[in-house]
């Protein structure tokens, strides 16, 4: 399995962003697709995630300002309002398990950088 995520950039407070995701290979029929990210000297954490049946899960702290949403085997995080602590590495992140064996795995992308700046 693959992810290719893509942009980020630099914004100013107040703005938006929309970061895209796109997982190939073998994915299964049952998964969760999200977001996580690692602020400069922190370690990495959720943003938000969303399995394939619908649910989603979102950090404190983006709750009502970032959207997460699923089309297939995409994933795609609108942010808006950011705020300068919103500055970090954003990591696209696949987990799934095996229906055959059970075996769980988990996927990362390359990471795409966010910098909220005036």
């Known amino acids: 399995v693959q992810l290719q995520a893509s942009g980020g950039g630099l914004v100013q407070p107040g703005g938006s962003l929309r970061l895209s995701c796109a997982a190939s290979?073998?994915?299964?029929?049952?998964?969760?697709m999200g977001w996580y990210r690692r602020a400069p000297g922190k370690q990495r954490d959720l943003v938000a995630v969303?399995?394939?049946?619908?649910n989603t899960n979102y950090a404190d702290s983006i709750k009502g300002r970032f959207t997460i949403s699923r089309d297939k085997n995409m994933v795609y995080l609108q942010m808006n309002s950011l705020k300068p602590e919103d500055t970090a590495v954003y990591y696209c992140?696949?987990?799934?398990?095996?229906?055959?064996?059970?075996?769980?795995?988990?996927?990362w992308g390359q990471g795409t950088q966010v910098t909220v700046s005036s």
């Open positions: 992140n696949l987990r799934q398990q095996s229906p055959d064996s059970g075996t769980e795995f988990s996927y």
């Open positions: 290979g073998r994915i299964f029929s049952r998964n969760e």
């Open positions: 969303s399995s394939n049946d619908g």
